[in-house]
């Protein structure tokens, strides 16, 4: 279904100016207000922001999975170059499980309780394949051995509250797996684990996704964990993408005062005994947001300026800041004086 | 550094000794009658904390770290005097509080010691005013005389960074990061001086969470607060801490000054999760993740209770329980094999 005179590796998803937006009785929240971004086969893809920046929102977008009062009103997303935004549900049904797979944060909701691992396992792969019961088991198994579960045939045979969480997060990356996805969406799965879980889920993860040629969109608000794992970054603020380019790029040229904020905010050892460079405020409400740039109000540079929308610039392949105001070659906050 | 030398020498705030919580699970009756009848059922019992000694100084900031399971916020409940210790004595700057016969505190002692839970959602009350929430314990404990009292608690919230003017709202009026500080202005309200902070900022945003710990440093410096610190976030621990201890299944496994701990760790336990602490530093890593999971409280293993995940473990871990060593830097561990690099003149 792809048209084959593409110069360069296609992307395996392509999304364009989304706007998700969600229509509540007291005014219109702007969840995701013109975002774009591109990931190529293989590649990790780390989206960042706080809570109510739209990052997850962006992810069930990509997945049809918007409901009600909310919408994709504006915007393309292409996967595979096919058009997918406000495709059938027909469709979605189809490319969900299959071709591009979410795993979730909380294991314990994603897994259905009622039911043994391989009963969910099974009708998965035979929702979208058609092979026999014992072919599916067999996958299934595989599977589970792969993402690290010791003894997966007799672990099958659990039901999801049988397993730590740990193990259940592993068994939903499993599940996610299943049928060779193109695409999975992971919208911080490993933010209720314990440190030595997380690297052991992250570790398979990194792992699969090299292995295959997978393409993953890792969603999650700790900077340091997708530091260790991506390969690009977007910085999201308020339904916007602020600053983007590769891990490298956003961690040590970071040019948005957002990015900036949010990096001196991360304690280290670097950090002990001394004050954090905290960003003053909070994340802004997303009903009825004003025009103009939705962190002029924390930020130290802010000027008349930043009342207007601020149109993204462009510093080379992949690397892009929405600001009136970028610091540029490293300048920090002590130049702000902000360093209290 | 804050120098712990000086502080070690005068007599510890708060000083846990042997400190152990059992929580045991009783017998349905369908158990209990299975047992008269000869079968053999026992009743499971989970040593949530076991044998803690720790002492804790004027001024100084210990974090408590361990993954989900390992005692932590047990020990710090116990502490607080939420759950009684099922042995063991806590002493409070020199007077023994609780001990196993009894944990009735006096009420001043009690009041001097205050906690801050992980979930400001929950922590507080929805149906109060902010003002009714701080002002309840120094109204009811007459701390301050009833005509001073609506100035006092709008002193403590501006200390909390919070603006008086808000004193008549509700707490779902407030974010995530403020209903924290109205968390802190309670426990200040009250003059407490030893505050345990659960997990205090695991739920708040990451701009927001530096904010509070902001916030925490300059109470530090201002009341010469002291805090036992809980949290399973190591980046923040080595932030805010003077001293560090590790729990693993309910035991101390190691205890250090800050620096010391996260440069020279001794237990195998602390280096992997040290090695497994997500950083900015840390490009485009390969995990090499501990083996295994934690094994179930209800059947902890013999011996070393670390020794299944352990990659230097012996024979010896698999039966005899290392006791803690002390190093003379004050370095703590309980480990048969240690890893790091010790004083020629142990």
């Known amino acids: 279904m792809t048209p084959a005179s593409q110069k360069a590796v296609e992307p395996t998803i392509e999304i364009e100016n989304l706007k998700t937006y969600f229509f509540t009785r007291s005014g219109v929240v702007k969840s995701v207000d013109g975002v774009s971004y591109s990931v190529a086969p293989g590649e990790i893809l780390g989206i960042v922001g706080e809570s109510g920046s739209g990052k997850t929102v962006t992810g069930m977008s990509i997945m049809g999975l918007v409901e009600k009062p909310g919408r994709i009103v504006e915007g393309s997303i292409r996967f595979k170059g096919e058009e997918i935004a406000n495709a059938s549900e027909r469709r979605l049904r189809q490319l969900r499980g299959g071709a591009i797979s979410m795993v979730f944060q909380d294991a314990t909701t994603a897994l259905n309780p009622v039911l043994r691992v391989d009963t969910q396992m099974v009708e998965t792969l035979r929702a979208h394949k058609k092979i026999s019961r014992r072919e599916a088991l067999k996958t299934a198994e595989e599977m589970l051995a792969r993402v690290g579960i010791p003894t997966p045939e007799k672990r099958l045979k659990s039901y999801p509250h049988e397993f730590s969480g740990g193990m259940r997060q592993r068994v939903s990356i499993a599940m996610a797996l299943l049928n060779d996805p193109d695409l999975i969406i992971a919208d911080e799965p490993t933010t209720a684990l314990d440190v030595t879980v997380q690297a052991q889920v992250l570790l398979e993860t990194q792992k699969l996704c090299r292995e295959k040629g997978t393409s993953l969109i890792w969603v999650t608000h700790d900077l340091t964990v997708v530091a260790g794992l991506a390969d690009k970054v977007c910085v999201m603020y308020a339904g916007r993408i602020v600053e983007s380019g590769s891990v490298d790029d956003i961690l040590d040229n970071p040019q948005h005062p957002y990015t900036i904020g949010l990096i001196g905010s991360i304690p280290s050892s670097n950090t002990r005994g001394r004050k954090l460079q905290q960003i003053e405020g909070t994340t802004p409400s997303l009903l009825n947001i004003k025009p103009g740039c939705a962190f002029r109000e924390r930020c130290w540079r802010a000027t008349s300026a930043c009342q207007e929308e601020p149109p993204e610039s462009s510093f080379g392949p992949g690397r892009t800041v929405r600001c009136f105001h970028p610091c540029l070659d490293g300048e920090q906050y002590e130049s702000a004086g902000l360093n209290a | 550094m804050r120098s712990p030398e000086t502080a070690l020498a005068a007599h510890p705030l708060v000083r846990l000794k042997n400190v152990s919580k059992k929580f045991t699970r009783e017998l349905d009756l369908a158990a209990r009658l ?131 003017a808000y004193k008549s709202r509700y707490p779902h009026q407030f974010s995530g990061g403020q209903r924290q500080r109205i968390a802190i202005a309670r426990t200040l309200a009250v003059k407490a001086d030893f505050i345990v902070c659960d997990e205090i900022v695991s739920a708040l945003d990451v701009s927001i969470q530096a904010q509070i710990l902001n916030l925490l440093l300059d109470l530090k410096q201002e009341l010469d607060l002291t805090t036992l610190f809980i949290s399973h976030d190591l980046g923040v621990v080595e932030h805010v801490s003077d001293r560090v201890a590790i729990m693993y299944l309910g035991r101390m496994v190691e205890f250090a000054p800050t620096e010391m701990l996260f440069s020279n760790p001794q237990h195998p336990y602390t280096r992997s999760l040290l090695e497994e602490v997500p950083s900015l530093d840390k490009r485009n890593m390969s995990y090499s993740a501990i083996e295994g999971e934690i094994p179930s409280p209800f059947d902890p293993p013999p011996g070393c209770q670390f020794h299944p995940r352990c990659p230097f473990a012996t024979a010896e871990c698999r039966t005899v329980a290392p006791e803690l060593q002390v190093l003379e830097s004050g370095h703590t561990f309980a480990c048969h094999h240690p890893q790091g690099e010790i004083a020629e003149s142990q």
Do not use: W
């Open chain 2, 34 to 164: 299975a047992q008269k009848l000869g079968v053999d059922i026992n009743e499971e019992t989970v040593h949530a904390v076991n044998g803690i000694n720790l002492d804790i100084h004027k001024g100084e900031v210990v974090g408590l770290v361990g993954e989900s399971g390992c005692g932590k916020s047990t020990l710090g409940r116990v502490v607080s005097g939420l759950l009684p210790a099922s042995t063991g004595e806590i002493e409070f700057d020199g007077e023994t509080i609780d001990s196993a016969a009894s944990c009735k505190r006096p009420k001043d002692l009690a009041l001097r010691i205050q906690m801050i839970f992980q979930d400001p959602y929950a922590s507080l009350n929805p149906r109060m005013r902010v003002g009714e929430i701080i002002s309840e314990a120094p109204r009811v404990h007459r701390i301050v005389p009833p005509k001073e009292l609506s100035a006092y608690v709008d002193r403590v919230m501006e200390q909390c960074g919070l603006d008086p």
